[in-house]
Every structure is written in C-alpha cells, then in structure tokens.
C-alpha cells in the first residue's frame, strides 16, 4: 500500500527575512531526520547571503531531533568561517533542552528571544 510522502512527515517551514544587516530565520514545526536538509539549506543561503547576525528563531519548533542539532552544528562552523555571526533563539524544553544536552549551548550563542539576541555584544 502507498502512502503520499507528505503525510508522513510533520509539518515543517522556515521563512528568511532581513532587518537592516541581520538575516532572521524562523523555523517552525519538527526538525527531524527527512526535512533537517531543508532546513539546512535555508541556512546555508543565509550564511552565503552575508549578513553581519544571522539568528535562527526556532521557538516554533516543536521536536529538535539529532538531525537538526546537526544542521546547527555546520550552519555554526560555516558562519564562522564566514565572519557571521550565528546566534540561536530557543526557550521551550523541545528545542533548548536538547541543545544544552549536548552541550551546544556553551558553542552556539542560544537566546530566549530575538530581543536579547539583538542585543547581545558583538562577538559574544
């Protein structure tokens, strides 16, 4: 028996969009196995679009698999390598749980909101 693709995968979307020099991408729905390369590659145009901030707001995201704690690892050391600055926005236990359980929260800069990852210091 087939089955359409799409019905067996959580909904999923991320959506760039520029204030001044920072490049925000929201993320919203599961980030697991099958679409953590979509969201990946959306993070990749956004480091290769160069804005000076790219913050990635992920507190829409509902399940945080090891696939897209994956993505945020190489989307981390490609900005690096580019002079962006890489700054994530998670506050529920569904995004920021796993992150600190892995210890990505002491290598990856993690705000509760976009405010605050504005706000930070350059270079943080």
Known sequence: MASDINETHAPFSALAEWSGRTLFVTATGEVELVNSPQLEAVLDQAVADGPEILVLDITGVTFLSSAGLAALVRTDRDATASNVRFRVVA???????????????QEIEVFPDREEALAA???L
């Open 91 to 105: 506050d529920n236990p569904a995004t920021l749980r796993p992150i600190q359980l892995m210890g990505l929260d």
């Open 121 to 123: 210091a350059p270079g």
